[in-house]
């Protein structure tokens, strides 16, 4: 298994998080995928930069995940 952990910049609240086109676990929670090339994003609203961000996940830990950061726009 490999970890990703998201980021949501300028919010206060979790927003979900979506995985190559699936909803799965959210902002500043420990997500757990299969090594391999993710397409990260934030459920709606679109409110945020960059859009999506294409991952690619391997030799990542439970203490040391693979970080993603979205910024909410102005």
Not at 17 to 35: M, P, W
Request: net charge negative; aromatic share 6%.
């Amino acid at each position: 298994m490999e970890y990703l952990l998201v980021h949501f910049i300028g919010s206060s609240g979790s927003r979900r998080v979506k995985i190559d086109g699936n909803f799965n676990g959210r902002t500043e929670v420990l997500i757990q995928l299969q090594a391999g090339t993710h397409t990260v994003t934030l459920g709606p609203p679109a409110n945020f930069t960059p859009l999506e961000s294409t991952v690619e996940l391997k030799d990542t830990a439970e203490l040391d995940p693979l970080e993603v950061t979205f910024a909410k726009l102005p």
